[in-house]
């Protein structure tokens, strides 16, 4: 292909013409003059004056142009057929071409201050001044290309004339250096050719808003029946569609819904509906896009039909006792029968179908009046309300026609997103990036089990756009924070405090326990790989499985990490497996309300801790292979509940006594761990594939006398921590701490003695001094061996 | 050259835009009187306002039914046919002031021209 201006042409040169009168002051004036001439020259030839004929004459000629400029310059017709660039350029751009063969530089100062670059720069953070400075020194940009990949955006935007938008993108793709700056921008080609579509679509969503017909005309209601009672319970959504518009993005998928739910509607018998769809998928904003399509009069059958939504709510506030509720109800639907236009929707029809708080059970008098199909009705609800409808009331399920609303895919979901993101912009008065577009979705993937999409991204965006502060502006940065906000995970990039913590993150655990370094760098391992964005997302941050005796820090391993990482020794979700020892205890595990899945549903970024699991069922341990492989698990009522925000760490001492021998005949833990892993799996007391799903499995060796004398110190340090609200603290010397240890050790029992030997030697105490006021705020208790042989 | 493309296009897709505007304009008055939803329910009763009666129900309940029903077809006819007359007389007036107009358009770019011829005259 080879471009060629020919500058001559007249619709170059009409294009001129346009942008010289683009200007309001000229058109102003234009306007104001012809006026002037007309009403001055013919006044003054009408007060006697001839000459006023010649001054009005102009006017004519003046108000032509201003005609011209607006029917025809500013919508500048092109050559459709054609497939040069002259015939199709917008007028605004081709009015700037200078030449026959424009280099970069000039189709760049050409775009630079159009409205769709604009929107490159604010929607994509496109850096103009760095465009500027990239044009005015490339040289090897092949135009040729440029053109022809244009004319390609055009075709697939579905775009009449050959937009800013088109020409902008294939010149930055062709620009070298272009890549960098994406990089930079995080964003690909791809991502901004698909901002091209984005831009034509939102001009033509304007075009149609505004030239939305206003359906019926005065008296396209005469011929049915008045809705007082309606109007007083119920929200007339066609009113409002009309009203307001609907943004109503015409995907596949949408449309063959709306096409189906208004053929069943427009259909004898059974024109009933039920439509079926987890919460986000846009079961309400599908009634709406059915309000809008009769509205438009284009269905015969159906024309013109209202849908009115009734909420369970307004109904129950108007009707304080049960009789006038059924009353009320037989009053609307009879009025929706009589008015002979009127489609009644029930959102979350479960509230009408059941009793419960907030919700009443009005099947009794819902069922005849469908069945004598005297008013359409459409009822929205859930897989798992509709699977109990099906269940309990197969009457009332049998007359109506389900409709599944399935969830939309990536590509309309971002469709969607677009569409919504000038709803939510407008209402919110702030601007959303598309690399916040783009978080949302792929944060909502992730995190969001509980609702489909696309409604999980949008109630992310919108949750942002609330939160968006002072500059107005929708980053990644501010969903990422408000994700952070509303569910507790941590999805933000490592600041460089946390990277410094992290990387030290031995020495702070070490803080709070003592010795079994395998365990703890395992640990801190894995959550570096975690917060460098370099672990398998689709599992945990991390799987562990810690085994040793009793009493050597395996426990207080979790428990640290809990505090020191995951914000406090309350983020921990701590399962006694010794409370799952039935094969039925399944059925516990995974309770919608039980402590695992409530638990990680409501802090997902913590630390599950799965306490002496030998002692499980097998049943039991079975069902955590999916957790520990995949990161999910689905609940009893069937929602998938993420577990890939936690650090799953499980316990055992099976096999206490062999590590006990391994240790006291003089070996290190990396001497004997293989050959202990599998006795284990030789002795029956865990399956290999239970045992191959960790990321680690770590033996804790039993502490030495040296190191119960560490423990005995962090648990000192404990006490002051409590004893600090009054002001006071405790100190021991290094004999007393040796006599603790020399009185509390077991080998049996590791570390565990030493908090009795603490509570009842040094707590005791101290809780004496305070007591009977030997000890004022602000001093120190130092206890010694005799203070301990006193009591003992 | 200017005054080429103007008058290019006043004398050609212009002048012709103004026959297809007039077009638009009586459909738009047509859609805003609701004029097909009318024709269809001339006789229709008036807001649904019917009484109905059972199969059973005395002959004089019937016959007040019947009249009821009557007098609301009756009222609905009226208005709708009131309605429709009032789009006639509009349309007729939307054709007249376009046919007004593009009988003077062509004409338009002349007048500054006659208006000096008259001045001179005068």
């Known amino acids: ?792 | 050259m200017f005054a080429v493309y103007l008058l290019g296009w006043w004398y050609g897709a212009g002048w012709k835009e103004q026959f297809k505007l007039t077009g638009v304009r009586v459909a738009r008055v047509g859609k805003a009187f609701s004029g097909g939803t009318l024709l269809r329910t001339l006789f229709s009763p008036w807001k649904q306002l019917v009484s109905a009666t059972e199969r059973d129900a005395a002959l004089g309940d019937k016959l007040r039914a019947v009249v009821d029903n009557i007098v609301s077809r009756f009222v609905g006819f009226m208005v709708r046919i009131i309605t429709l007359l009032a789009a006639c007389v509009t349309i007729v007036a939307v054709l007249i002031v376009n046919t007004i107009i593009i009988i003077l358009w062509p004409l338009v770019p002349l007048l500054p021209i006659v208006l000096t011829g008259v001045w001179l005259a005068l």
């Open chain 1, 1 to 792: 292909m080879n471009v060629s201006f020919d500058l001559s042409r007249p619709r170059v040169r009409q294009a001129r013409i346009a942008n010289t009168l683009d200007k309001p002051i000229i058109k102003s004036l234009f306007s104001l003059l012809a006026v002037a001439l007309i009403i001055g020259g013919f006044g003054l030839f009408l007060v006697g004056y001839s000459f006023g004929l010649l001054i009005a004459a102009p006017s004519f000629w003046l108000a032509m142009l201003v005609v011209w400029d607006e029917k025809h310059l500013r919508k500048l017709p092109i050559r459709a057929n054609s497939e040069q660039p002259e015939d199709l350029l917008e007028w605004r751009i081709l009015s700037q071409i200078k030449s026959a063969q424009p280099t970069a530089k000039e189709i760049w100062q050409a775009l630079r201050s159009h409205n769709q670059v604009r929107f490159f720069q604010l929607r994509y953070g496109m850096p103009v001044d760095l465009l500027d400075h990239m044009y005015s020194i490339a040289e090897d940009i092949d135009m040729d290309q440029v053109w022809e990949q244009a004319l390609a955006y055009r075709i697939k935007s579905g775009t009449t004339p050959l937009s800013a938008g088109s020409v902008f993108i294939a010149l930055f793709k062709n620009t070298p250096g272009s890549q960098e700056l994406m990089d930079n921008m995080k964003v690909s080609i791809e991502e901004l050719e698909a901002g091209v579509d984005w831009v034509a679509h939102i001009k033509r969503t304007l075009w149609a808003y505004n030239n939305r017909e206003n359906g019926g005309g005065i008296a396209r209601d005469w011929g049915y029946g008045y809705t007082p009672i309606l109007n007083r319970v119920a929200h007339n959504i066609s009113l409002e569609v009309q009203a307001s518009g609907l943004l109503f993005r015409d995907i596949k998928a949408h449309t063959d819904l709306l096409d189906r739910i208004i053929q069943v509607l427009s259909q004898a018998g059974k024109s009933n509906i039920a439509l079926v769809g987890e919460p986000g998928v846009g079961k309400t904003t599908t009634v709406y896009g059915v309000a809008n399509k009769l509205i438009e009069g284009k269905d015969s059958a159906l024309q013109y039909h209202q849908i009115f939504e009734l909420n369970a709510a307004t109904l129950l506030a108007q009707a304080r006792e049960r009789g006038q509720l059924e009353e009320l109800i037989l009053r609307v639907v009879g009025e929706a029968h009589h008015a002979r236009n009127i489609i009644l929707f029930l959102d979350e029809a479960q509230l009408f179908l059941e009793e419960g708080t907030g919700s009443v059970d009005l099947t009794n008098i819902l069922l005849p009046l469908i069945q004598r199909a005297n008013v359409r009705f459409i009822m929205a609800m859930t897989p798992n309300h509709w699977q109990r409808l099906t269940l309990e009331n197969q009457a009332l399920a049998g007359v109506l026609n389900y409709q599944k609303v399935p969830p939309t895919g990536e590509d309309d979901t971002f469709r969607v997103m677009e569409d919504q993101t000038l709803i939510i912009e407008n209402k919110y008065n702030v601007l959303l990036t598309y690399q916040a577009l783009r978080e949302a979705y792929h944060l909502a993937d992730h995190y969001v089990s509980e609702q489909a999409f696309p409604g999980k991204a949008l109630k992310i965006l919108e949750d942002a756009a609330v939160a968006a502060g002072p500059k107005n502006l929708v980053t990644p940065e501010i969903v990422q924070q408000t994700m952070e906000d509303s569910k507790g995970i941590k999805v933000q990039a490592a600041t460089a405090d946390e990277g410094a913590k992290l990387l030290n993150l031995e020495d702070e655990l070490h803080e709070q326990m003592i010795n079994q370094y395998q365990a703890v760098k395992a640990v801190a391992n894995a959550l570096r790989r975690a917060r460098a964005g370099v672990r398998n997302k689709e599992r945990p941050i991390g799987t562990f499985l810690f085994l040793g005796p009793t009493g050597v820090g395996k426990t207080q391993l979790a428990k640290a990490l809990a505090d020191v990482y995951f914000g406090g020794k309350d983020q921990i979700v701590r399962l006694d497996m010794n409370e799952f020892v039935q094969s039925s205890d399944v059925a516990k595990l995974v309770d919608a309300s039980g402590v695992l899945m409530s638990g990680i549903r409501q802090q997902p970024f913590s630390v599950l801790l799965l306490d002496e699991i030998e002692k499980a069922h097998p049943d039991v341990v079975n069902a955590f292979l999916q957790l520990l492989d995949e990161g999910r698990m689905s609940d009893s009522a069937g929602r998938v509940v993420s577990f890939r925000d936690a650090i799953v760490i499980a316990t055992s001492n099976a096999g206490a006594d062999k590590v006990r021998q391994h240790i006291e005949a003089g070996e290190e833990v990396e001497q004997f761990q293989e050959q202990f892993l599998d006795e284990l799996v030789s002795d029956n007391l865990f399956k290999p594939e239970f045992l191959n799903r960790f990321d680690e499995m770590a033996v804790f060796r039993p502490l030495k006398e040296e190191e119960l004398l560490q423990v005995v110190t962090l648990m000192i340090k404990d006490v002051n921590k409590t004893l600090a609200q009054q002001k006071i603290s405790v100190a021991l010397d290094d004999a007393a701490k040796l006599w603790l240890v020399k009185r509390g050790i077991d080998p049996r029992l590791g570390a565990r003695p030493m908090r009795r030997m603490v509570t009842k030697y040094v707590e005791d105490i101290v809780a004496q001094h305070v007591l009977g006021g030997k000890i004022n705020p602000g001093s120190t208790l130092t206890l010694t061996v005799e203070d301990f042989e006193k009591v003992a």
